[in-house]
């Protein structure tokens, strides 16, 4: 999202809003030039995300290819292990894998 400063000036709350809840990055223009980016700060425990999406977004920007990088690191969903026909999963597999002895 791009902003003007006079209307990020009359309307900084609403904008503060927009990035703190929606995690949006608002780039502050002055005469129609970017001059500064209003975004959320990253949590200590997503750091390696942020500068995956710093370096995603560079090489973007040098290639000229339009790259949009989640403003979160995606979540996958939890998946239940699979359960082989005689009640092993796979670790259990590997496991005893490591402890048979080849003769």
């Excluded at 239940?80 to 048979?100: I, Q």
């Amino acid at each position: 999202m791009r902003v003007k400063t006079a209307d990020l000036r009359n309307n900084l709350s609403r904008y503060i809003r927009e990035v703190r809840e929606n995690s949006e990055t608002i780039v502050v223009c002055d005469r129609d030039r970017p001059v500064a980016v209003l975004s959320p700060v990253a949590d200590e425990n997503d750091l390696e995300w942020e500068q995956h999406k710093v370096d995603m977004q560079a090489l973007a920007r040098r290639t000229g290819m339009p790259v949009r990088v989640p403003a979160k690191r995606p979540t996958t969903p939890e998946q239940e292990p699979l359960v082989a026909p005689d009640g092993r999963v796979d670790v259990d597999t590997v496991a005893a894998m490591r402890e048979e002895k080849d003769y």
